[in-house]
């Protein structure tokens, strides 16, 4: 089949940033944030982002680019038609339906919460009432679901339509409504009369607090923050054309998942040190039940209360949009490149397989609630076997791969455009590769258990 390309380099900065970032930017960071002590994990963040997330991302670019087919292809081609390897080309396909199964599901209540924020849904209500609705609504074994179909209709009808009609136009679209919204945020979280506190947890250092566990959930949240290791971005890579330059566009990429990590510290942190009580290190339930709260408590019920709630959520709504659509088009390139199906009908299929496994992890925390295999239900399981297991073996796999069985010249090749560009950066890059990157990534697979 005639292979697409992004129309413009733009376009697949935007395409390769949405992919990049996610929900996790917006609630694992701040949450690893608070939880870490502040601005001496993000100072150590940054630097692993650097040292782990650009270069192994950059490798995921490099083996796209150069194959310009499926994942699959991609490693069998590379490796010298060594079959070993073409497996290893199938695990992001079954990544990517799980992954996006569960992730579909809190992607839906993000839309959920527009909704609500919408429609002044929040106004009112005690923190008991909003921490009661939520359970309410994640146990009910219609409404998710409906929120979940919507958000994967949308994934599927922007990936039916191909490169440049559906992911770059939709990136191109998205990205700058997320940046839109993280500026209002972030100009009204400054307003509130806890700013300067929650401004100072997030930029002033206490490296008293900084402990081997800090750097270790400091180089784990580099690593999942960019998504490395499931092969989205290896997938985009394959609609780079030959004249971009793979570390430069690495680096934009990763500037932009950091900022909007940062800008959503700028948000949280302030909103809830602006609440007398509040820790900076709720976890997950932040931004589902205690954040809705703030925002009552911080703003009033006032128009700015209605804005802030409503951009905040609309944020988190384009952020699983633009991060779910690499995760669909992973799945539906396989079958379009390896089985020969329309890019439609693949859309479609995928779509529905991801819509009943979805199924099955929504209800899992309703009436299958005590329903669960090796002690975990279904929504938990899949994490743990994409976030825990394929994430960190994949991304090991692909430095072993490119630092020590692709044969060097190619990967030269690729850094430098065919030696039309100068990368004195290029030793560095191949002895992270080759050394430092699994030896860190082997220690973030130890530390998870």
């Not at 958000?151 to 998205?174: D, F, S, T």
């Not at 930029?203 to 690593?223: E, R, Y």
């Not at 900076?280 to 932040?286: A, K, T």
């Not at 938990?380 to 069985?405: E, H, N, Q, S, Y």
Request: glycine share 10%; hydrophobic share 55%; net charge neutral.
């Amino acid at each position: 089949m005639e292979q697409e390309n992004f129309g413009s380099k733009i376009g697949a900065i935007l395409a390769a940033a949405g992919s990049a970032v996610g929900l996790g930017n917006i609630w694992r960071f701040p949450t690893e944030t608070g939880n870490n002590g502040g601005a001496a994990f993000l100072l150590i963040y940054i630097g692993f982002m650097l040292l782990l997330g650009v270069p192994i991302m950059v490798s995921e670019f490099v083996i796209g680019r150069h194959s310009q087919t499926s994942v699959s292809q991609s490693f069998f081609k590379m490796s010298g038609g060594k079959k070993g390897w073409k497996l290893m080309g199938l695990i992001p396909v079954v990544a990517g339906f799980l992954v996006l199964s569960y992730y579909a599901v809190v992607a839906g209540w993000t839309l959920y919460y527009a909704f609500l924020a919408g429609i002044d849904g929040f106004a009112g209500k005690t923190p008991d009432e909003i921490g009661t609705a939520f359970q309410s609504f994640c146990a009910d074994p219609i409404n998710p679901l409906i929120w979940m179909a919507i958000i994967l209709v949308i994934n599927g009808l922007i990936v039916a339509l191909g490169v440049q009609k559906g992911i770059e136009r939709g990136a191109k679209i998205m990205m700058p409504l997320l940046f839109i919204f993280i500026i209002i945020l972030v100009a009204c979280s400054f307003t509130l009369p806890g700013a300067e506190a929650g401004l100072q947890f997030l930029f002033h250092p206490d490296f008293s607090k900084v402990t081997g566990q800090t750097l270790l959930n400091a180089m784990g949240q580099a690593f999942f923050s960019l998504s490395v290791g499931l092969c989205c971005l290896c997938t985009y890579a394959t609609y780079f054309k030959k004249d971009v330059n793979l570390m430069q566009d690495g680096l934009q990429v990763a500037t932009i998942d950091t900022l909007v990590a940062i800008c959503a510290g700028l948000i949280i942190f302030p909103a809830v040190f602006s609440i007398t009580g509040l820790a900076p290190s709720q976890g997950p339930s932040l931004v589902f039940v205690t954040l809705p709260n703030v925002f009552q408590q911080a703003f009033g019920s006032s128009i700015v209360a209605y804005i802030f709630s409503l951009c905040f959520y609309l944020l988190l709504v384009m952020a699983a949009l633009t991060s779910s659509i690499s995760m669909l088009e992973m799945i539906v390139a396989y079958f379009c490149q390896e089985r020969h199906i329309s890019r439609p009908v693949a859309s479609i299929g995928a779509t529905i397989v991801c819509l009943i496994l979805g199924t099955f992890c929504s209800l899992s925390f309703g009436i299958w609630k005590d329903d669960t295999l090796f002690g975990m239900g279904f929504f938990d399981l899949f994490d743990f076997i994409v976030a825990k297991l394929i994430m960190p073996i994949g991304g090991m796999l692909i430095c072993v791969f490119l630092g020590w069985i692709v044969d060097e010249k190619v990967l030269r090749a690729e850094i430098t455009n065919m030696g039309t560009l100068r990368a004195p950066y290029y030793p560095v890059f191949r002895f992270i590769i080759r050394y430092l990157a699994p030896i860190c990534i082997l220690l973030i697979f130890i530390s998870q258990f």
